[in-house]
């Protein structure tokens, strides 16, 4: 069951908004990894599933979280079927996202009152799934529709809350780009965990570098 309501997510992706999304089968290694961005500052992490018995992997981390990292929003991410995006919130899942919207999974997470960000990649796919009651939209693929296509959509539908994944690298630059354009928050992932880190297990390299992102939007927050 979801420690955080959808709101309090909401209200959190919106005041700390980077979201690192991360995957590894070791469960030591996502222990440190979740350690490392909440020392950081980070308070929103989406967990894909990508692996065989990712669930329980899964399951594992909302524990440590609820015990070690109380403030952490954590959530599940690349879900493209409703069954599935159940037993992740009944392994503890506080928000649901997906690489595409699906009717079922909406249905599944409103009857629990769990927020979901699928990704769209049109208007009228971000429309249907406002019409199905989500609030924040992951656009995806990032790096391919790029900060334009959110500017054109901030435009007739202004009232779109955006989540960008994909293309988005962890410089002033491209953090600037992105929320110039209108995104509510970004989705980074492999540019935040360098494989050559994990494997040296440097995870103070990556709480240094989730730091310099939250510094850089915090500059861009007091700009804007």
């Known amino acids: 069951m979801a420690r955080f309501s959808r709101l309090e997510v909401y209200q959190t992706?919106?005041?700390?908004?980077?979201?690192?999304?991360?995957?590894?089968?070791d469960a030591d290694v996502c222990r440190e990894v979740l350690g490392a961005c909440y020392r950081a500052g980070i308070r929103a992490f989406e967990f894909t599933n990508r692996?065989?018995?990712?669930?329980?992997?899964?399951?594992?981390?909302a524990k440590i979280?609820?015990?070690?990292?109380?403030?952490?929003?954590?959530?599940?991410?690349?879900l493209v079927e409703a069954g599935t995006a159940a037993l992740y919130i009944q392994s503890g899942a506080n928000f649901i996202v997906g690489p595409s919207f699906h009717e079922s999974i909406a249905r599944t997470c409103n009857r629990r009152k769990v927020a979901y960000m699928p990704g769209c990649a049109t208007l009228t796919e971000i429309s249907t799934a406002e019409e199905f009651g989500v609030e924040v939209v992951k656009v995806f693929p990032g790096d391919t529709l790029g900060p334009g296509f959110v500017k054109a959509v901030k435009g007739p539908?202004?009232?779109?809350?955006?989540?960008?994944?994909?293309?988005?690298?962890?410089?002033?630059?491209s953090l600037s780009t992105w929320f110039?354009?209108?995104?509510?928050?970004?989705?980074?992932g492999?540019?935040?965990?360098?494989?050559?880190?994990?494997a040296n297990r440097q995870y103070d390299q990556i709480e240094t570098k989730?730091?310099?992102?939250?510094a850089i939007l915090a500059e861009l927050r007091i700009k804007s």
């Open 13 to 25: 992706i919106r005041q700390v908004p980077v979201v690192p999304v991360f995957y590894h089968a």
């Open 51 to 61: 692996g065989d018995f990712a669930h329980e992997l899964f399951a594992e981390l």
């Open 65 to 78: 979280a609820a015990r070690d990292f109380p403030e952490l929003v954590l959530g599940a991410g690349t």
């Open 157 to 173: 539908m202004p009232w779109t809350s955006v989540m960008v994944t994909g293309g988005v690298e962890p410089t002033h630059e």
């Open 180 to 188: 110039k354009a209108g995104v509510t928050a970004v989705g980074i």
């Open 190 to 198: 492999s540019q935040l965990f360098p494989k050559d880190v994990l």
């Open 210 to 214: 989730a730091k310099e992102v939250l």
